[in-house]
Each structure stands twice: as C-alpha cells, then as structure tokens.
C-alpha cells in the first residue's frame, strides 16, 4: 500500500517536471476566442440547422462543456470578470463601459494582460475590449472599438485574419495571449439598422452591403427553425433568429481563418472558446436563468489528448478562465475564486455532488440597475432578486428587436403570446427564487416557499452568503440590512437590520 502510492507520487513528479521542461521550451501559447451575445447555434451542440464545421472540427479537438456558465449575463461585467476572474462586483465594472454607461475595473486589480505581460508574455486583443481603463486592461497590441469601426475588428473575417496575421508577427517567437473578441452573433438593429437586426448583410456583396472576401454567407429559412423553449414560437422570433444564424456562420468561418493562420502554433497553444453572456432574446442575456448564463465552452490543449471530442458535466464558471490560463502558464493564482479547468482534460471528478458556480449582476445599461445573486449546483439554482419590488427591466437593443415588440404587441392585445411565460411574470419576480433543475430545467416551478425544501434553501442561501463574503461583495447585506464594514466594525463587519422586510 505503502509503496505502491509512493511510486504513483514519484512517477506524477517526474511526468510533471517533464511537461513543464517541454512546454517552457516550446514556448506556450494561449488563443482565447469570444463570441459575443452567442449560444449553442452550432452542430457540436446538436443544433441541427445553423452551419458551423469549423467551430465543430475544433470541438472534436476540444474537451466539450456541456454546463459552463457566465458569471454575470452583461457584456462589459463578464469580459471584465474573463479578464480578471474576480466577479463585477469585485472588479469594479458593474455595467456595461462605453457611453453614458462608463463603468470601469478598479485599478488596483490584476488582468491576463498585466500579469501576463510582467512573464514576458506578450499580449494582444483584436475585436471587441469594451472594459477599461486602459491601465487596467493594457494589451501590447490592440485592434479594437476603441480605435477601428466594431464591424470591421469584430464582423470582417478577412480584416480579422490580416490582424491576427499582423500579431503573430509581431511577437517575434516570444509565447503569446491572443484574444479574439468577435462581436457576431451580436445584434445591431438598433446601431447599424441598414445591415439588418444582426449585421448579417454586412460585407454580403449587395449593393451598398461591402464585401468581406473570406465569407461565404449561408442563409437559413425561417420556417426550418425551432426556437429554443425560452424563445417565442413566432415568425418574428424565428426571423430574428434565422438572421442570428447567419452571423455565427459568420463567427464559424472566421474561427477556420484564425485557426488557419494559428497553423504553426498549434501543437503548442491552448484554446478556449466561449461566450460572453446569453443571447440577445427575452430569458437570454441579462437573466441569471439557465438560458441567460449557460456558455458554449471548448478547450482544446496540445499536451491533453486523452478527453478530446468528449464531453464534461462539471460545472464550470467563465471565473475559471483566469486560473486555467495562469496554471497552463505555470504562473501561480492568487486570491481568486476559481478554478483551473486543466485537470478536467485529463479526469472526470467521479464525484460532482458538491460543485457550485455562482453569478451577480448589477447592471447592464446605467438605467437597468437590477441586483441579483445567485448559486447554481448541479441540482438547484436559487436567486436572490434584491430589488424584487421594482419590474425587470428590458435593454435599449433587445426592445426594438421583432421577437420582442411581437411579444409586447401581443400582450398588449391580450392574444396568445406562444411563449413559456407571461410579460407581467418576467416582470415581477420574487425576492427568492429556488429551482430543482433536474425536474424543472426551465426553471418555472419556483420552490422558495416550499417546505419541503427549507433545508436545501438555507444550504444555498449559506454558501452564496460566503462567497459574496469572500469576494468582497459591497451589496453582501441587500436588501434587508445595512452592511457596515469600516470605523468600529472594521475588524467585525456586520448586516445591520433595516426592518423593511415585504
Ligand atoms: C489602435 O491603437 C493601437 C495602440 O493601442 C495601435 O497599435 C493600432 O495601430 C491602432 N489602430 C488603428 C487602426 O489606429
Ligand atoms: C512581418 O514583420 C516584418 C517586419 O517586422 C515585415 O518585414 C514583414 O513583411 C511582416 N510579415 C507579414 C506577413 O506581415
Ligand atoms: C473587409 O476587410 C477587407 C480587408 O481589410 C477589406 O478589403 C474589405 O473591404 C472589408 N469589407 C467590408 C465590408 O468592409
Ligand atoms: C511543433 O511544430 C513545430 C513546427 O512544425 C515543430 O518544429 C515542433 O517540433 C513541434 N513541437 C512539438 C512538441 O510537436
Ligand atoms: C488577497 O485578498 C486579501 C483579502 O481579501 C487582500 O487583503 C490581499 O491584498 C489580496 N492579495 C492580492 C495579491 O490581491
Ligand atoms: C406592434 O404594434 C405596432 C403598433 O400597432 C406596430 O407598428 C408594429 O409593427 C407591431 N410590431 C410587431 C412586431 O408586430
């Protein structure tokens, strides 16, 4: 017994130095690929309309997540928490960043590019950054909204290749983080009208549309689609949808032209693909349900070829980002809350029971302030609303889109809204919302107020407690009592009770 588990340690040791001596001399490298406001439109998540072969062929590589989840359903907070893995309300960037909306990461915290640059890793970003400040986020080289037209650093597939070309060059063999920051699948009807609700005309070659070289646009037919159960089965929602379709082919074609240039790289870099937050349709983006913060995941690792083209069940946070990076990098993690996702490409945890990821939202534009928080465990989901009283609120581009001024139409009407909820319920939500995810994955049944469950609910309501504690969350004390953390309650921070209870 004795012995047999010191040969196993001893063999662990050798086999680990080894990888460590070949990947130092192979100089490793990191490719991060987002999609924006994307889903599981694409055929390694058996969807069997939307045409994506490339993303598809690098899943095959990859180690598939079947459950890995946002932190927060908003674009600047969840590029935020990718970039740092703190969460938004600990990195500072409680909303969206641009515009009237100017969120911004404290300054004190760490990101992939300063740790990594200071490891003489160099570091560049081409897309959509939309976090800031620049010295909180400084990439050695940046092609981005910030000083290119969004379309054509984040939907020309073409432009995006030339760049990715530009920065392989420019790193002069040094290892490397390359982030690509598509903004397809994203909407753009209410910015970019002319291009259509998603931007899928841009570069098509019509007259007036441009031309992107690389692109071959492949058109879907509405009536062939079947939205999602969170989706509205209408013509509106399946236009909107099948014009959506035609951008993550877009994204699909573009992952091909990077991985093309990558071509020389790859036995040495590792891949991540993901999204930032649900798709922009009701119950999608902005929600903490299953349907807002449930991200496509693949990580594809040279050295780990055991789990490619299987699929994982454990649950894993966009949180994890950060320490996965910094572990293939061999880089150590401070005082972060989650996890390298490395061990998963060699072993399935036999035991899942006690897995939690966890989400908060602040914002999303300055005026959507709707505080929640939430835990998510491979059985139960509970959120906590902490502005229960005040109705949901709905963003400036999914209010104009079809699928949602058909909904509101009809609900003003009071004709069938082929949905799975009414308006007025997405509206008004309780303080507490607990669900069995195993019996209710549409997480309708809400189960708070059930007896039966008041053991399940303390648990949660225990461990979400403890993580807002340890992630420093200012709002730890919502809505009920005031949190006092500073002068005599310094070393005793204490929740001070408001007696406003409803
Ligand atoms: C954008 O800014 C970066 C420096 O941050 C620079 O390297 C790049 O050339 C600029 N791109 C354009 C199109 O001006
Ligand atoms: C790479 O950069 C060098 C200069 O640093 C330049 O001469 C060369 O043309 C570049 N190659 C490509 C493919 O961009
Ligand atoms: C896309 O980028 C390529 C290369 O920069 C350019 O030639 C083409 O005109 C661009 N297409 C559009 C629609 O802007
Ligand atoms: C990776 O590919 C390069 C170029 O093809 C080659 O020189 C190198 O030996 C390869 N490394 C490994 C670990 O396969
Ligand atoms: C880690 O967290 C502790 C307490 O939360 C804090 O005091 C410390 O400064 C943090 N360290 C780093 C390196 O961020
Ligand atoms: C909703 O109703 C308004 C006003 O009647 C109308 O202009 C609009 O076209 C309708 N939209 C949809 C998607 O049905």
């Known amino acids: 017994?004795?012995?047999?588990?010191?040969?196993?340690?001893?063999?662990?040791?050798?086999?680990?130095?080894?990888?460590?001596?070949?990947?130092?001399?192979?100089?490793?490298?990191?490719l991060l690929i987002i999609a924006d406001d994307g889903g599981f439109e694409m055929g390694a998540y058996l969807n069997k309309i939307c045409q994506t072969p490339n993303l598809d062929q690098l899943a095959k590589n990859s180690l598939i997540f079947?459950?890995?989840?946002?932190?927060?359903?908003?674009?600047?907070?969840?590029?935020?928490?990718?970039?740092?893995?703190?969460?938004?309300?600990?990195?500072?960037?409680?909303?969206?960043?641009?515009?009237?909306?100017?969120?911004?990461?404290?300054?004190?915290?760490?990101?992939?590019?300063?740790?990594?640059?200071?490891?003489?890793?160099k570091t560049g970003i081409i897309g959509k950054k939309h976090v800031g400040p620049e010295s909180t986020y400084p990439f050695d080289y940046?092609?981005?909204?910030?000083?290119?037209?969004?379309?054509?650093?984040?939907?020309?597939?073409?432009?995006?290749?030339?760049?990715?070309?530009?920065?392989?060059?420019?790193?002069?063999?040094?290892?490397?983080?390359?982030?690509?920051?598509?903004?397809?699948?994203?909407?753009?009807?209410?910015?970019?009208?002319?291009?259509?609700?998603?931007?899928?005309?841009?570069?098509?070659?019509?007259?007036?549309?441009?031309?992107?070289?690389?692109?071959?646009?492949?058109?879907?037919?509405?009536?062939?689609?079947?939205?999602?159960?969170y989706i509205p089965d209408t013509e509106p929602a399946r236009r909107d949808i099948a014009a959506q379709y035609i951008t993550m082919?877009?994204?699909?074609?573009?992952?091909?032209?990077?991985l093309k240039e990558?071509?020389?790289?790859?036995?040495?870099?590792?891949?991540?693909?993901?999204?930032?937050?649900?798709?922009?349709?009701?119950?999608?983006?902005?929600?903490?349900?299953?349907?807002g913060i449930a991200e496509p995941m693949f990580i594809s690792s040279p050295y780990h070829k055991k789990r490619r083209n299987q699929i994982t069940n454990s649950l894993a946070s966009l949180l994890d980002i950060v320490p996965t990076i910094l572990d293939w990098f061999g880089i150590s993690n401070q005082n972060l809350t989650g996890?390298?996702?490395?061990?998963?490409?060699?072993?399935?945890?036999?035991?899942?029971?006690?897995?939690?990821i966890f989400a908060s939202h602040n914002l999303h534009e300055i005026t959507m302030y709707y505080p929640m928080r939430m835990i998510r465990t491979q059985r139960y989901k509970l959120i906590h609303n902490l502005n229960y009283l005040s109705p949901f609120p709905i963003d400036q581009d999914?209010?104009?889109?079809?699928?949602?001024?058909?909904?509101?139409?009809?609900?003003?009407?009071?004709?069938?809204?082929?949905?799975?909820?009414?308006?007025?319920?997405?509206?008004?939500r309780p303080e507490w919302e607990l669900y069995d995810l195993k019996l209710d994955p549409a997480e309708l049944n809400n189960l708070?107020?059930?007896?039966?469950?008041?053991?399940?609910?303390?648990?949660?309501?225990?461990?979400?407690?403890?993580w807002q504690k340890s992630t420093q969350d200012p709002w730890l004390c919502a809505p009920h009592a005031v949190l006092e953390d500073q002068g005599d309650f310094k070393d005793k921070i204490a929740c001070l009770g408001l007696d406003n209870g409803v």
Request: hydrophobic share 35%.
């Open 142 to 229: 940046a092609q981005t909204e910030e000083n290119n037209s969004i379309l054509q650093v984040g939907r020309n597939i073409t432009h995006i290749k030339l760049l990715t070309r530009e920065f392989l060059n420019s790193t002069n063999q040094n290892p490397f983080f390359l982030y690509v920051a598509f903004h397809d699948p994203h909407r753009c009807g209410h910015t970019n009208p002319e291009y259509g609700a998603f931007c899928q005309k841009f570069g098509n070659g019509e007259a007036g549309m441009g031309l992107i070289p690389d692109w071959q646009p492949i058109h879907y037919q509405w009536d062939e689609i079947t939205p999602p159960y």
């Open 66 to 121: 079947n459950k890995a989840f946002t932190s927060v359903s908003s674009c600047s907070p969840s590029r935020s928490a990718i970039l740092t893995g703190a969460p938004s309300h600990q990195n500072g960037m409680y909303g969206l960043h641009q515009g009237v909306h100017h969120f911004d990461s404290f300054n004190t915290i760490q990101s992939l590019p300063k740790i990594l640059s200071n490891h003489k890793i």
């Open 262 to 291: 990558l071509k020389d790289y790859l036995n040495n870099t590792l891949i991540i693909f993901s999204s930032d937050n649900g798709i922009p349709f009701p119950n999608g983006r902005t929600n903490l349900y299953d349907s």
């Open 448 to 466: 708070a107020s059930k007896t039966s469950m008041v053991d399940v609910l303390e648990d949660l309501k225990t461990r979400l407690f403890e």
């Open 249 to 258: 082919s877009r994204l699909d074609q573009g992952v091909g032209l990077i």
């Open 398 to 428: 999914l209010y104009l889109s079809a699928t949602f001024q058909d909904l509101l139409n009809r609900t003003k009407s009071g004709q069938p809204n082929y949905w799975f909820k009414t308006l007025k319920s997405y509206y008004f």
């Open 339 to 356: 996890k390298s996702l490395l061990p998963l490409l060699t072993k399935e945890p036999s035991d899942k029971s006690k897995e939690a």
């Open 1 to 30: 017994m004795h012995f047999s588990s010191w040969s196993l340690s001893f063999f662990f040791v050798i086999f680990h130095s080894f990888s460590y001596v070949s990947l130092q001399a192979n100089k490793p490298n990191v």
